[in-house]
């Protein structure tokens, strides 16, 4: 059972764009959900992060949407550069453990 | 500069063999996690451990081992009851406590000969 499921698979934008990348969860305990950002034959690095008592969170180009309702949450890159272009995953994690559970990624090109 | 070392950055392992991949840290975190990467499959827990001397099986533990002798070390042994080994193998840390955000190393490619 995927708990938390991202799209798309794969996202081309032109340069200054916006990219767009959503995440679903079907677990309600969730209550921590970062973005993490992976370049080719590296480890994935940190983002940005959310809890549920915030419906946005703005940091420099990044923003988190989260709507607790509809149990999604997503991120939104403006003015997209080339330098973005890499691939983004979503994770959520609850208050009782420690484990990220995490989306199966997106791969982002932004073309110049 | 603090950080997480995994070592090798490249392994190849013959049918039957077990290998050990390597992760230490000197972030002083108490925990560490072992995670498998494949192909448009996001990542996925094997093992993590909050504390030395402690450790709990992750989603796919199944034919690995670990061990945490020591806070800042935390190496991963594939045996050779895994029967799908090759994959992109990352290590994380992290200070223990609600919602702390995971460090990653730069992963160990394991391949079969």
């Known amino acids: 059972q995927q708990q938390v499921k991202q799209s798309p698979q794969s996202l081309i934008v032109q340069k200054g764009g916006i990219s767009i990348i959503n995440c679903a969860y079907e677990?309600?305990?969730?209550?921590?959900f970062p973005w993490y950002q992976q370049f080719p034959g590296k480890g994935p690095a940190l983002l940005i992060a959310?809890?549920?008592?915030?419906s946005e969170k703005k940091e420099g180009r990044f923003t988190i949407s989260f709507n607790k309702s509809a149990k999604q949450f997503s991120l939104h890159i403006m003015d997209s550069q080339p330098g973005d272009s890499a691939t983004y995953f979503c994770?959520?994690?609850?208050?009782?453990?420690?484990?990220?559970?995490f989306g199966k990624g997106t791969l982002l090109t932004v073309n110049p | 500069d603090g950080g997480i070392t995994q070592s090798p950055k490249y392994l190849f392992r013959k049918e039957g063999q077990n290998v050990t991949l390597s992760c230490e840290q000197n972030?002083?975190?108490?925990?560490m996690y072992w995670y498998r990467q494949d192909p448009g499959q996001g990542l996925r827990l094997i093992y993590y451990?909050?504390?030395?001397?402690?450790?709990q099986k992750g989603d796919i533990a199944e034919g690995y081992s670990v061990s945490r002798e020591k806070k800042e070390s935390f190496p991963l042994t594939v045996t050779s009851a895994q029967k799908n080994p090759t994959a992109f193998y990352l290590c994380?840390?992290?200070?223990?406590?609600?919602?702390?955000?995971?460090?990653f190393g730069d992963g160990t490619r394991l391949s079969i000969l």
């Open positions: 959310i809890r549920p008592d915030v």
């Open positions: 451990s909050q504390i030395v001397n402690d450790f």
């Open positions: 994770a959520a994690s609850m208050m009782s453990n420690y484990k990220l559970t």
């Open positions: 994380a840390s992290s200070v223990t406590g609600q919602n702390q955000p995971q460090h």
């Open positions: 677990n309600t305990a969730f209550d921590y």
């Open positions: 972030l002083n975190h108490d925990a």
